[in-house]
């Protein structure tokens, strides 16, 4: 294409709502035929509710929330809003207990000192390599969590998990419609998350992608777009998370939410402004015309 109709088309997206990092951008979204969406955030609003907690421990609710106080991540948010009097069974108005020693491993969960114990607070995986074993009733809460579609993420110290939270998010209003038009544009949309596969699955069902992988680190993300170029494809990825910048580089279009992390944004082409969907779409279609143009 032309400098001049790439910088009509950059022009133009923007008064979409799509921003493109330079002019070469459009250039790399031709050919695309595959789409990748990481689903936290992307697919789904991101904003999580704590739903039911079951508890071996009563001060498992707090002393989680604490630790969580320190993350930035949607789940984090959901459990020290779900610690607050009245809004789950078991919370109380006690205030949050400090932190030292804080760490967060993404896509994992997250660690540190509260009350005098090393806390972990993440996925069973993540509890269990720091040498948390999880009892019969706590694993059930973890089953009826997924099996719902839910996310469940548990807290434990000193060996043992000491509870679960069921997290849900919902999918995002014009997501089903969104894929849809990726489909129609030829496009092969593909779900990725670091969530478990039945949540995965249930948001891939709500939308209408069949293809998904999920339980994956961000660097599996990496090399799951690796493995897909490998293939011969030409990959969008469309994500909004820290875990998403590597795979959001490495893809042939990185396509990142507007509503996301700075670390996203700048690893990113482009940027959806309104942090919709429907944008994918949109850019696919306008570095069609944009290089159809001068042909
Ligand atoms: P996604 O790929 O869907 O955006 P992430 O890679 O951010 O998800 O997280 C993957 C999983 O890691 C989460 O579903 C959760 O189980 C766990 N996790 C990550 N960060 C946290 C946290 N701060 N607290 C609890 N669990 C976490
Ligand atoms: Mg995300």
């Known amino acids: 294409a032309t400098p001049v109709a790439l910088l009509v088309g950059t022009s133009r997206g923007a008064q979409f709502g799509i921003l493109i990092t330079g002019p070469e951008a459009l250039e790399h979204a031709h050919g695309i035929d595959v789409v990748v ?5 992307t697919v789904t609003t991101g904003t999580m509710t704590l739903g039911t907690v079951t508890t071996t421990d009563q001060a498992a609710l707090h002393i989680a929330a604490s630790l969580e106080a320190a993350s930035e991540h949607p ?22 207990s400090p932190v030292t020693e ?22 069973p995986r993540f509890a269990a390599e720091h040498g948390c074993a999880i009892d019969q009733t706590l694993a059930d809460a973890v089953n009826a969590a997924e099996s719902a579609g839910a996310t469940a993420v548990v807290v434990g110290w000193e060996g ?4 679960v939270f069921a997290i849900a998010d919902s999918v995002k209003p014009g997501a089903s419609a969104a894929i849809d038009r990726l489909r129609r544009l030829g496009l ?25 992988v999920a339980g994956v680190l961000p660097e599996q993300k990496v ?48 940027t959806l402004v309104r942090s919709e969907l429907g944008g994918v779409a949109d850019a696919v279609e306008l570095s069609g015309r944009t290089l159809g143009t001068i042909r």
């Open 160 to 163: 043992r998990v000491r509870g």
């Open 75 to 96: 789940i984090a948010r959901a459990i020290v809003a779900g610690a607050v009097a009245g809004a789950v069974a078991g919370a109380d108005d006690s205030p949050l």
């Open 102 to 123: 804080f760490v967060s491993t993404s896509g994992l969960g997250v660690t540190g000192t509260v009350d005098g114990l090393r806390v972990v607070v993440g996925r």
């Open 188 to 212: 092969t949309p593909v779900l990725l998350t670091g969530d478990n596969a039945r949540a995965a699955n249930a948001v891939a069902a709500e939308v209408g992608i069949e293809r998904v």
């Open 37 to 41: 969406l990481d689903k936290t955030g």
């Open 223 to 270: 090399e799951e777009i690796r493995r897909l170029q490998a293939a011969g494809s030409r990959v969008a990825m469309v994500g909004d998370g820290v875990n998403d910048a590597a795979a959001l580089a490495t893809a042939d279009l990185g396509i990142a939410m507007g509503s996301g992390t700075d670390a996203a944004i700048s690893a990113a082409d482009i």
